[in-house]
């Protein structure tokens, strides 16, 4: 009894030997006496020849490679840095990889064709340009360098994203004087600008007012005048207040008698 149960417990640990499970993010090739087959296996279990074959499981979902090296820049100087580069291979692809590049193809060819892009973009840039708005174009112009480089090899570069950047103290600390004066020079333009608002509005105000007293002065003629003294001469005659009126003809001027208080 106890030979048959080793029987079965062989027998089910051979059984087992013959099958590999592909998950979900993965795809499986076949190596049958050394060679890879070109077709791939997606989830599920699948049963093989352990004496002759083995499934070999390849990643297809977004790998994240995150690399800590120093940049060179384009006045000579080494930036530290760390740097993810987002990537996947591309499930079809996924025989040809191993046959071209082997197992370890983030080592053989990723990082190499990384370490190549990252030196030849960065040269072209200077230090504060990696602070400030220009890395996402550093950025961008790595990755496409890259997905020129690894073109054919079945892998797809999504992203490289600079995540930290470690500048020199002392350019760190230009830098960010420089920053601080064009804040300042930002803040005084804006004052500059409010005073000349003002200074323009005084001005239109003040132009209204001349205007307003020029229309006023060419309206007062003489005949204007003239006329305005006949009706305060009227208004003056029809007052029922004693008072002595002289007039030239032209403009009446009243001269009030004195009251018996006075």
Same mark, same amino acid.
């Given at each position: #009894? ?36 070109? &077709?791939?296996?997606?989830?599920? #279990? ?26 060179? =820049? ?6 530290? $840095? ?5 990537? =996947? ?6 025989? *040809? ?5 082997? *197992? ?41 360098? #890259? ?32 920053? +601080? $004066? ?16 003002? $200074? +323009? &509005?005084? &001005? ?9 007293? *020029?229309?006023?002065? +060419?309206?007062? !003629? ?5 006329? *305005? ?17 002289? =007039? ?5 001027? #009243?001269? $009030?008698?004195? !009251?018996?208080?006075?």
């Amino acid at each position: #009894m106890s030979k048959l149960r080793i029987i079965l417990l062989l027998l089910v640990a051979i059984s087992l030997s013959n099958c590999a499970v592909i998950r979900q993010g993965e795809v499986g090739v076949k190596r049958t006496l050394g060679k890879y087959s070109d &077709r791939t296996y997606t989830e599920g #279990m699948r049963v093989f020849n352990p004496f002759s074959s083995l499934i070999v499981k390849v990643p297809i979902q977004t790998e994240n490679l995150e690399v800590e090296l120093n940049l060179p =820049s384009k006045e000579g100087l080494n930036i530290g $840095a760390i740097i993810s580069i987002l990537y =996947s291979v591309q499930p079809q692809e996924a025989p *040809k990889l191993l046959r071209s590049v082997g *197992k370890q193809y983030e080592r053989n060819i990723i990082l190499p064709v990384f370490r190549s892009a990252v030196a030849d973009v960065t040269a072209r840039f200077f230090a504060k340009d990696m602070h400030t708005g220009e890395r996402g174009t550093i950025e961008r112009a790595i990755e496409e360098q #890259m997905t020129k480089l690894l073109e054919g090899r079945g892998i797809e570069i999504e992203a490289v994203l600079i995540k930290s950047i470690q500048l020199p103290p002392n350019l760190a600390r230009a830098i960010e004087e420089k920053l +601080e $004066a064009e804040q300042r020079a930002l803040r005084m333009e804006f004052v500059l600008e409010e005073a000349r608002q003002e $200074a +323009e &509005r005084r &001005r239109i105000e003040a132009e209204g007012v001349r205007d307003a007293q *020029k229309i006023i002065g +060419e309206g007062l !003629s003489a005949e204007v005048l003239q006329f *305005k003294s006949i009706e305060a001469f009227l208004k003056l005659a029809q007052s029922p207040n004693a008072k002595i009126i002289i =007039s030239d003809g032209d403009m009446p001027v #009243m001269v $009030a008698p004195k !009251s018996d208080n006075d």
